[in-house]
Nanobody
Framework: QVQLVESGGGLVQAGGSLRLSCTASGTTSLINVMSWYRQRPGKEREMTAV???????DYADSVKGRFTISRNNAKTSVYLQMNNLKPEDTAVYYC?????????WGQGTQVTVAS
């Protein structure tokens, strides 16, 4: 049973930084895609950053240049470094793992950016 556990959310002032972490357990596959999604108040869940199996990354336009996604060599943990945070980054952030045709989600971690 694959489980994803996120941590690192919290309350931060605008312009500040946070680092989110997500660790997957119950999987030994080294072939996967790991990503971060977020759901802002009143909005649908949206892709924020993704790291593909080969290491390429992609970002939503709204976070390019401010957020950086990375992972460990074992491909069991993914991180999201968020700099220069803005109030509009306030959201629940979810970790997503896609492997062997199956999608797994974490429980979400709240990020609140105060103006």
């Amino acid at each position: 049973q694959v489980q994803l556990v996120e941590s690192g959310g919290g309350l931060v002032q605008a312009g500040g930084s946070l680092r989110l972490s997500c660790t997957a357990s119950g999987t030994t596959s080294l072939i996967n895609v790991m990503s971060w999604y977020r759901q802002r108040p009143g909005k649908e869940r949206e892709m924020t950053a993704v790291v593909y199996n080969g290491g390429d990354t992609d970002y939503a336009d709204s976070v390019k240049g401010r957020f950086t996604i990375s992972r460990n060599n074992a491909k069991t943990s993914v991180y999201l470094q968020m700099n220069n945070l803005k109030p509009e980054d306030t959201a629940v952030y979810y970790c997503k793992l896609f492997k062997n045709g199956t999608t797994y989600w974490g429980q979400g971690t709240q990020v609140t950016v105060a103006s």
